[in-house]
């Protein structure tokens, strides 16, 4: 596909948002995807060019955390496993159910992550995890294999469930919850890339000058993220839920 100049930069402006939104808080295909359409990409292609896209910022910001201290390596790896197997039997049941009844129980649950996140002052300001325990590497199988079945069957606003799933069931701040929650977003979309991929369902010439936008924002959004912790971390995060409540009550 060839974009016009104009185009492919506003692609890429929206690219380098997505990226700095997803780097705090997850929702970045909130910003992306929705512009992939407005400019005229096909829906099949503008799923596979903004998972793309997305990945390679995603990568990005997953090392940066990384190098920080931001991960808890073994959670987060079981938790990735688990979003794999949860993505493969989330995408096999999307084939045979409707998605609109889930689509009709997320609004009020958004409200109530909302409540819980903004009400309770103290949440994700301090990270009070010590150490792992077995019921840890548990919960974590359970955290991906359920938000990975919903990112297969649904899908937006994962990383920002996965987020606040990290905060309220490990004790982890925001800035850590985060960082797992980039390990377990990089292992869904490298899958999404290699299905896509495979399938011919990329536009390169545009996912790849918008990947570099993203890793922009990644890289920009991560940096901010780990100096300022939940302080710089909420807001943001408030922001997302209020953009994917819109986005399911507006236009599902």
Sequence with gaps: MVLAAGGLAFLMLAAFFAGLVDSMAGGGGLISLPALLAAGVPPHF???????????????STGRYMRHGQVQVPIALLAAAGALAGSYAGSLAALALPSERLAAVLPPLIVAVAVVTFVRREFGERDTFLAAAPRHYLLAVATGLGLGFYDGFFGPG???????????????????????????????????????????????????????????????????????????????FGFVLALLLVRLTLFS
Excluded: D, E, H
């Design 158 to 236: 994962t990383g920002t469930f996965l987020a606040f799933a990290f905060v309220f069931l490990f004790g982890f701040g925001f800035g850590r919850a985060t960082g797992n929650t980039k390990v377990v977003n990089l292992a869904s979309n490298l899958a999404a890339v290699l299905a896509f991929g495979l399938s011919a369902k990329v536009y390169w010439s545009v996912a790849l000058p918008m990947g570099l936008a993203n890793i922009a924002g990644n890289w920009l959004g991560a940096g901010l993220a780990i100096r300022g912790g939940a302080r710089v971390i909420k807001p943001v």
């Design 46 to 60: 503008a799923l596979g060019t903004n998972k793309v896209q997305s990945c390679l910022g995603t990568a990005f």
